[in-house]
């Protein structure tokens, strides 16, 4: 059974940083492309950032590049995600997930293009 836990989220003040953890396991993910989305109240999940799997190539949304880092583990089959410089707007549930194929990367940025995900982990920025 393909599970993928988060963890890592919490409250914190404008400015400051958290770095997010992606657990998986109960299946194959080093051959394919892991995002983080994230969902604030009343508002469409969105993409965060990717990357592909072998980590040599990430992708970020506009408003998370420079501050934003994806990276992965693929011995220890982790994901994370390090956030600097937070927002009040980056407030948000974030969801680590799995490409729907191997070896893929068109429409990364696509909620559809992802298969597993993970059950999320609450992010509070106070300003």
């Known amino acids: 059974q393909v599970q993928l836990v988060e963890s890592g989220g919490g409250l914190v003040q404008a400015g400051g940083s958290l770095r997010l953890s992606c657990a998986a396991s109960?299946?194959?993910?080093?051959?394919?492309?892991m995002g983080w989305f994230r969902q604030a109240p009343g508002k469409e999940r969105e993409f965060v950032a990717a990357?592909?799997?072998?980590?040599?190539?990430?992708y970020y949304a506009d408003s998370t590049k420079g501050r934003f880092t994806i990276s992965r583990d693929n011995v220890k089959n982790m994901v994370y995600l390090q956030m600097n410089s937070l927002k009040p707007e980056d407030t948000a549930v974030y969801y680590c997930?799995?490409?729907?194929?191997?070896?893929?990367?068109?429409?990364?940025?696509?909620?559809?293009?992802?298969?597993?995900w993970g059950q999320g982990t609450q992010v509070t920025v106070s300003s």
């Open positions: 109960g299946g194959t993910f080093s051959n394919r492309v």
């Open positions: 997930t799995a490409n729907r194929y191997m070896y893929y990367t068109a429409d990364y940025y696509e909620r559809s293009s992802y298969e597993y």
């Open positions: 990357i592909n799997w072998t980590g040599g190539r990430s």
